[in-house]
């Protein structure tokens, strides 16, 4: 017993004696070893070597030319996707002085036939270089945006012209606009007319559409009304106008051109349908199952005749008997 005390007390007096020399050792280190420690901040790190920075190993001797950057402008970095173009502002015609049309596009390609898309977007919407709007008209019942782009290519003076009108429908008691055609003039004499199917929306709000085509993948919103037409192809991505009724310069709350019977809808429509016959399937045999259960339950003893030869020998034993 005394053995075993003796033992434990020899290791917790190593113990202590290990401990006392870890903390002696920490108290004699330099006061510069801050900057020989590893230093891990918002994606640097600091060695004895040098500087980890975006996975490339900086000399030591080379730290005081390295550009400073803050957290914010690094995580900026991070988030941003090189060559992604931000959208352009809505452009803007005014009439006297205030604005009367708002129109908006993330992208403009038109294409001739077979050869190359022509991409207009930063012709129609750079704020640096605004195109030609003169020809345009703002009126209460119509309104057209004209955008004159020149010498595109090898068409000449092509521009593109929308033609809205504002109609009051009584059954709704509101008035309503619509695009009522997208027309493409070049050449000087040249002019290629697209019809716009349900493209409209309550003249207090604005029009949206995720794609406003020719193209039958994109629905086909616009469709050929001329022979031109036919050999020509427009899309507008993120299309939104507003040209009535128009407040403090902003396209009022939009009213987007979903429709009901998307290809997601319907699809959970016939899913729901067939769980739907499967469920009722299931309930007319649970039904089926009780009503049988139930005539069980109230259906007679059955009656089994005797067998003849047995009722003849009880009989003739009878007799013999008396």
Not at 174 to 181: G, K, P, R
Not at 237 to 263: R, Y
Not at 288 to 295: C, V
Not at 301 to 318: G, K, W
Request: charged content about 20%.
């Amino acid at each position: 017993m005394a053995s075993r005390w003796k033992h434990c007390c020899i290791l917790i007096l190593s113990l202590l004696l290990l401990r006392l020399q870890s903390s002696a050792c920490l108290d004699e280190q330099p006061a510069d070893s801050a900057a020989v420690s590893p230093v891990y901040d918002k994606g640097i790190a600091q060695s004895d070597g040098g500087v980890w920075i975006e996975d490339r190993l900086v000399p030591a001797d080379d730290r005081l030319q390295l550009p400073i950057q803050s957290p914010d402008v690094s995580r900026r970095k991070l988030l941003q996707t090189p060559g992604a173009a931000l959208p352009f502002p809505p452009l803007k015609v005014l009439s006297n002085g205030e604005p009367c049309f708002l129109f908006q596009a993330r992208k403009l390609s038109v294409r001739y036939e077979k050869e190359k898309q022509l991409d207009l977007t930063e012709r129609a919407f750079s704020p640096h270089i605004p195109v030609d709007t003169s020809q345009s008209i703002c009126r209460q019942d119509k309104a057209t945006l004209v955008m004159r782009f020149g010498d595109v290519e090898n068409l000449r003076g092509l521009s593109i012209r929308l033609q809205l009108s504002n109609t009051f429908y009584e059954s709704s008691g509101q008035w309503w606009f619509s695009v009522d055609n997208v027309s493409l003039l070049y050449n000087t004499s040249e002019e290629a007319v697209f019809n716009a199917s349900d493209v409209y929306a309550p003249s207090s709000s604005s029009y949206h559409c995720l794609h406003v085509s020719s193209l039958k993948r994109y629905s086909a919103l616009l469709l050929p009304s001329t022979d031109h037409a036919h050999r020509w192809s427009i899309t507008f991505t993120n299309f939104q106008i507003q040209a009535f009724n128009i407040t403090s310069g902003k396209f009022s709350p939009a009213t987007d051109c979903a429709t009901f019977l998307t290809p997601a809808i319907l699809m959970g429509l016939i899913t729901s349908l067939i769980l739907l016959l499967v469920l009722a399937y299931a309930l007319h045999m649970v039904i089926h199952l009780k009503h049988i259960e139930h005539d069980d339950e109230h259906k007679d003893d059955v009656y089994f005749p005797q067998n003849t030869e047995q009722c003849c020998v009880e009989n003739f034993a009878e007799k013999n008997i008396l």
